[in-house]
Structure formats: C-alpha cells, structure tokens
C-alpha cells in the first residue's frame, strides 16, 4: 500500500535524479551534484511518516473484525493540500482520528505551557494542524448526517507516536490525545462506548462520502 506520505518522498526522491541523456552520463561518470542537505532532511521526514503510516496500519487492522470501520489517507474538506492518515468509526458510531508520528528517540514528547515538545524542539504546527482539521471534518460530517435528526458524533483526534517516548504514558493537549502508539488500541477501545452497529454503518457512509481518497497534485 502506498500513502500520501511514501508518494511525497517517492517524488522529492525522482526529483533529484538526473534527467535528459547528459544527466544521465554525468551520474553514471559521478559527476553529478549531490543532494542538499535540505532535500535530504525533507525526504528522511516523509519516509518516517509513511513508516508510521504502515506501522499504524498493522496496530489498526484487528480493529476490523470487532467492528470498527477505517478510512485510510483521505482528504481533509475546505482544505487545500491536509489528509487525515486514519479516521475511525467504533461500534458506537464514536469516531476518532489518527495522526502517525514516527519520531527520534532522542528526546521525550511532552506538553509544556501549552506547546508540544519532543526534548526542547517545539512543534508550533502540529496542534493547529489537527485542531482546523477536527473542525472542518466535524463541519462536513454534520451536514451530511443532518437528515438522520440524531447528533453528529464528537470528533476525538488522537496523535499515534512510535519511536519517540511519550511523558506520563500519554497526554491530552488542546483536547487532542497524545499516545504512545502501543496504548494506542487500549485507548479506543476504552473510549468506543455501548455497541450501536446500524448508527456506526451511518456515520461510516457519511464519512466515506465527505472524506474523499487523498491524492497528491501529481497524481491528479
């Protein structure tokens, strides 16, 4: 399976091959400049994302059999370029989404004055990322289950981190959850709530229906 995130790497990789028959002997002669330090560190950061992604994937796939329904890289609404890596609907019809990190272990993931830290880097963008996200596909989900009369279910976003260590075995930071990706299964099932299968099929439908499969502009 290939995911967003391999396919941004994939292409930032081709993008740096040489081209055209005189760029093709100037590498085969090792003549060829070498990749900067820049591209280089961009490509590592999509690699580790699709390895999160398929690491995920593996955690998530028993989820099926106990009647979950899964979205996998779709399409955030009114949005220009988000995806969500994975949106989960329980038995309940409770939906969560999944963001995969796959970070160093250098360092510890936390939550100081409101910020999310790994060691001492703050990632100032990860926080509102997800927060624009959780609205816009709360707004799109609404809309859609509005002619059921019932409520359109709270978006929960959850943040799955393999590699990194996690303070306090998890933590919840502007309502977003914060796990280590092996409590990540603990926590879903802990918060899927009382079994409603017909409302769960609704809400996956909906969802499958405002999510659309993400797609990068290349492959357009």
Same mark, same amino acid.
């Given at each position: 399976?290939?995911?967003?995130? !391999? ?9 740096? !091959? ?69 949106? @989960? ?26 910020? @999310? ?66 409590? @990540?299964?603990?926590? @879903?099932?802990? !918060? ?5 299968? !017909? ?22």
């Amino acid at each position: 399976m290939t995911n967003s995130a !391999q396919a941004r790497a994939d292409a930032l990789r081709a993008a740096q !091959q040489p081209t055209g028959w005189w760029g093709r002997l100037k590498a085969a002669l090792g003549l060829t400049a070498p990749v900067s330090a820049e591209a280089a560190a961009e490509i590592r950061n999509w690699d580790a994302g699709a390895e999160g992604e398929r690491r995920t994937v593996e955690l998530l796939r028993v989820l099926g059999v106990e009647g979950w329904y899964g979205l996998y890289d779709r399409a955030v609404p009114e949005t220009d370029r988000a995806n969500l890596d994975f949106f @989960l609907v329980a038995p309940s019809g409770r939906v969560f989404t999944v963001d995969a990190k796959l970070w160093g272990r250098n360092g510890v993931v936390r939550a100081h004055r409101g910020r @999310l830290l790994h060691g001492d880097r703050h990632y100032e963008r990860v926080m509102p990322a997800i927060r624009l996200e959780t609205k816009r596909v709360e707004a799109a989900l609404r809309k859609e289950l509005a002619p059921t009369g019932r409520t359109c279910p709270v978006v929960t976003p959850v943040i799955a981190m393999h590699n990194a260590s996690v303070a306090d075995d998890g933590f919840t930071l502007d309502g977003v959850r914060v796990v280590p990706a092996d409590r @990540l299964l603990n926590l @879903l099932r802990t !918060q899927a709530g009382p079994a409603d299968p !017909q409302w769960a099929a609704t809400v996956a439908a909906a969802a499958d229906e405002v999510l659309p499969r993400y797609v990068e502009d290349g492959e357009r």
